[in-house]
């Protein structure tokens, strides 16, 4: 997000929402299940049938996780500005005793946002 003085406000989150990020989880994901699979590979349980199982579960929980993480990116900037607001107030209100303000203040902004 660009602002008036041209700097850019860095997120701390990698952008999930692209195709490169998606390949990254898929292969990430694909790669731990062949690893997994192979660790724990018994008589009585065939491969490939394991193997789909445990890709399926990890390529579930990977790409729920970056798909949340997507939709959440708008929502976690705006929270990364009220935390910033938070540490502008709380800085000199720890720093003259009134900690307890800045604490409510941060309770307010977490629960009920900017």
Avoid at 43 to 70: E, K, N, Q, Y
Avoid at 76 to 94: D, G, Q, Y
Wanted: hydrophobic share 50%.
């Amino acid at each position: 997000m660009k602002t008036d003085s041209g700097r850019e406000h860095a997120l701390y989150l990698p952008d999930f929402c692209t195709s490169r990020a998606t390949l990254a989880i898929v292969l990430i994901g694909e790669l731990t299940a062949f690893v997994l699979t192979l660790a724990r590979q018994s008589p009585a349980v065939d491969f490939w049938t394991d193997l789909v199982r445990t890709s399926m579960f990890l390529l579930w929980i990977g790409l729920a996780g970056a798909a949340l993480l997507c939709a959440l990116r708008g929502p976690l900037n705006v929270r990364r500005a009220a935390a910033h607001e938070f540490v502008l107030i709380a800085r000199p209100a720890a720093n003259t005793g009134y900690s307890h303000h800045g604490g409510v203040v941060l309770g307010r902004l977490v629960t009920q946002g900017p």
